[in-house]
């Protein structure tokens, strides 16, 4: 079974509490894309250590084949993916095990703000 480490466990404390902050002000509704701006000036004012839409490359027997986009990165060490959808489905937990596996970290965040209580759109997945 995968560990994760301390550090990992601190970063996704410090995210859910800055994420449910900005749940509180806005609510559900927006588009995602209000939802990372709004998460990037919380954890700024935090100092919880992010990357923005970091490209990752992708490799196939150690070629590289092309790129995606994390949404987040928490201190170089958690992968989150936001959403503003109706409901999570399983092409969302495949993109965040996907990114994981391309980082080669262990801890995902999969989170959605189109939940009235944001507790039931987090989803913490474990790569292994």
């Known amino acids: 079974m995968t560990q994760t480490t301390e550090r990992q466990e601190e970063l996704v404390k ?7 902050e900005v749940h509180r002000e806005l609510g559900p509704g927006y588009d995602e894309a ?10 700024e004012l ?20 092309g790129e995606g986009r994390l949404d987040l990165f ?3 060490e958690v992968v989150v993916e936001l959403k503003a959808v109706d409901q999570l489905n399983q092409k969302h ?6 990114y994981l596996k391309a980082t080669k ?24």
């Open 74 to 76: 928490l201190g170089g």
């Open 105 to 128: 970290k262990p801890l995902g965040l999969l989170v959605n703000f189109h939940e009235f209580l944001l507790k039931r759109g987090l989803k913490r997945i474990i790569y292994s």
């Open 34 to 43: 209000v939802y990372e701006n709004a998460l990037a000036v919380e954890m």
């Open 46 to 65: 935090r100092g919880i250590p992010f990357e923005r839409q970091k490209i990752i490359e992708v490799f196939y027997k150690g070629v590289g084949v």
């Open 93 to 98: 937990m495949a993109q965040v095990i996907s």
């Open 14 to 20: 410090l995210f859910i509490d800055a994420a449910i």
